[in-house]
């Protein structure tokens, strides 16, 4: 039983980082996140997020992207092909001004379809680390 629990626990945390990878951008090669999110507008759909904290407005945009059962993400696209079981979408801060600049503020669900506790629980992971590397970078 507990090599079970230790062995789903590695399993997420790969995933997560392979998750992450997909987000996170280096000096010399650009993320497909953010490839992504460079390619959408602002406002739109995505909206804008008020944060509670200072009273301000910050426009967002939408990263959607298909991803596996398992929460592994597969690709970040706004393609509209049907193969993928599963469609989600971040919506992201896109303001310069706003002190975590691409930070995810909220997961959506674009195929309307049951999603599975353990993808909820990855994609709520992936969430968690990309935020938190982004506060740290922000230091």
């Not at 059962?69 to 696209?77: A, L, V």
């Not at 509209?80 to 919506?91: E, I, L, Q, S």
């Not at 997961?107 to 353990?118: E, G, H, M, T």
Request: hydrophobic share 35%; charged share 30%; with cysteine.
């Amino acid at each position: 039983m507990e090599s079970e629990k230790l062995e789903e626990f590695k399993n997420f945390r790969r995933i997560v980082r392979h998750n992450i990878d997909k987000m996170i951008s280096t000096f010399d090669c650009i993320s497909e996140f953010h490839k992504e999110l460079l390619e959408e507008s602002i406002g739109g759909n995505a909206g804008e997020y008020f944060d509670k904290e200072n009273g301000m407005k910050y426009p967002c945009a939408a990263a959607n992207f298909y991803v596996k059962e398992n929460g592994e993400i597969i690709k970040f696209t706004n393609d509209v092909r049907n193969d993928f079981p599963y469609k989600m979408g971040f919506r992201v801060i896109v303001d310069l001004g706003y002190p975590v600049d691409a930070k995810v503020v909220g997961i959506s669900n674009l195929k309307n379809k049951y999603i599975p506790d353990d993808l909820k629980r990855v994609i709520v992971g992936t969430v968690a680390v990309y935020n938190s590397k982004l506060e740290e970078l922000a230091k």
